[in-house]
Structures are given as structure tokens and as C-alpha cells.
């Protein structure tokens, strides 16, 4: 299995701040990464897919990147909403999905 | 509206199989790939398999030996079946839209449903 690993695990962050979240995949999986958000009692939603593409009605404020096996979700002025739980998701092998073990960011 | 919504019993045994369906709207089952994911309390999210509506399954190697999936096209559903269940497999479960699985860039979940605990305990 393709093994992701989110860094931090949680982080404390203040209204307006800019915040970086990263995966780093066990091997490459080109460019296909997906970053979901989840909230207190509430389904995953998709945020962004293939690691940089904005999924339909996401905030403009959501960026992600990547550099070889390490992928960033970047939010670059936090709103009261994002204050959440991240997973990151590789599509790369089918046959088997995976999921990072998630960041909390909180309110500082 | 793509909506999901997961049904089944909030309490299993342990031994016993966990039952759950998942009822579609706003979408056809036999489009695209269907899902199902868990979450244990507190914990992060597992990809437990999908199904396609002609049948063809793909399942986690750590849950392969104890899951089946299935699909109703005339009731526009799919259901999950675990066996053997113990406390470990106490979950929030969720059933998701996965638009394919032939192209890598496409195996991610766009529609989610609500979530259903189920507690595995005697």
C-alpha cells in the first residue's frame, strides 16, 4: 500500500493567518492527490483534486501544490468555516485507496 | 442533487455481520463507481472498497477476506456486507460517489453520505 503522512497532526492558527498542510506519499503518485476537509459530525468534502484543481464552489482562498512526493494545501487567509479536519487522499493506486491520518487545525 | 443516504442497524454483535445500504437520488447507480468508507470514533478515514453496477468489486487487502459489496440497479442502492465483526470494526460508515477507477485522477469521492455509527458490541 501507498502509505501518506500528514504534517503536522493538529495546528493552532489565528482568523487571517496563512497555513500550509503537507503530504508526503510513501512513493510517487504523480500528480494524484486529494485534499478533503471534514468538520465536527460531518461527512469528508472534497476541496481539491489532482493536487492543485479547485473543486467546483471551494473558496479561492484553498491552494494546493506538489513537489515530487510531497503535496501542500495551503489556506492563505483563515476563515471561522476552516477551522477543521484535513485528509489528504492518494488516487494514484486504485486497487488500493489511502488516506492521510488527517491535521486538526484549531483556533489559536 | 446527488444525495446518499446510509440505513442499517446502529448495533451488531461481535461474530455477527454489519449490514448497511446506501439509497441514491439525483443519480443513476449504474453510472460511475460507488463506495464505502469508515471511520472509527476520533480516528481517521479507511477506504473500505467500491463496486460498479455491473458487479465488479475491488476491496482493502486488510478487509478483502471478510467484505462484500452489492449493487440494486432496480432500487438504485448498494449495500456492504462485513463478517465476523469485533469491537475494531466500531465505525462511522459512509457511502460515497467515486466518478471511476480506470484513470488514476479520477478515484476520488465527490458525494458523501450523511454517515451511519455503527457500535459492535454484545
Known amino acids: 500500500d501507498i502509505q501518506m503522512t500528514q504534517s503536522p497532526s493538529s495546528l493552532s492558527a489565528s482568523v487571517g493567518d496563512r497555513v500550509t498542510i503537507t503530504c508526503r506519499a510513501s512513493?510517487?503518485?504523480?500528480?494524484?492527490l486529494n485534499w478533503y476537509q471534514q468538520k465536527p459530525g460531518k461527512a469528508p468534502k472534497l476541496l481539491i483534486y489532482?493536487?492543485?484543481s479547485l473543486q467546483s464552489g471551494v473558496p479561492s482562498r484553498f491552494s494546493g501544490s506538489a513537489s515530487g512526493t510531497d503535496f501542500t494545501l495551503t489556506i492563505s487567509s483563515l476563515q471561522p468555516e476552516d477551522f477543521a479536519t484535513y485528509y489528504c487522499q492518494q488516487s494514484y493506486s486504485t486497487l488500493s485507496i489511502t488516506f492521510g491520518q488527517g491535521t486538526r487545525l484549531e483556533i489559536k | 442533487q446527488v444525495q446518499l443516504q446510509e440505513s442499517g442497524p446502529a448495533l451488531v454483535k461481535p461474530s455477527e455481520t454489519l449490514s448497511l445500504t446506501c439509497a441514491l437520488s439525483?443519480?443513476?447507480?449504474?453510472?460511475?463507481?460507488w463506495s464505502w468508507i469508515r471511520q472509527p470514533p476520533g480516528k481517521g478515514l479507511e477506504w473500505i472498497g467500491y463496486?460498479?453496477?455491473?458487479?465488479?468489486?475491488n476491496y482493502n487487502p486488510s478487509l478483502k477476506s471478510r467484505v462484500t459489496m452489492s449493487v440494486d440497479t432496480s432500487k438504485n442502492q448498494f449495500s456492504l456486507r462485513l463478517s465476523s465483526v469485533t469491537a475494531a470494526d466500531t465505525a462511522v460508515y459512509y457511502c460515497?460517489?467515486?466518478?471511476?477507477?480506470?484513470?488514476?485522477?479520477?478515484?476520488?469521492?465527490?458525494?458523501w453520505g450523511q454517515g451511519t455509527l455503527v457500535t459492535v458490541s454484545s
Open positions: 512513493q510517487s503518485i504523480s500528480n494524484y
Open positions: 489532482a493536487a492543485s
Open positions: 463496486i460498479y453496477y455491473t458487479g465488479s468489486t
Open positions: 439525483g443519480d443513476s447507480v449504474s453510472r460511475y463507481y
Open positions: 460515497a460517489r467515486c466518478p471511476g477507477v480506470v484513470s488514476p485522477g479520477v478515484a476520488l469521492f465527490d458525494y
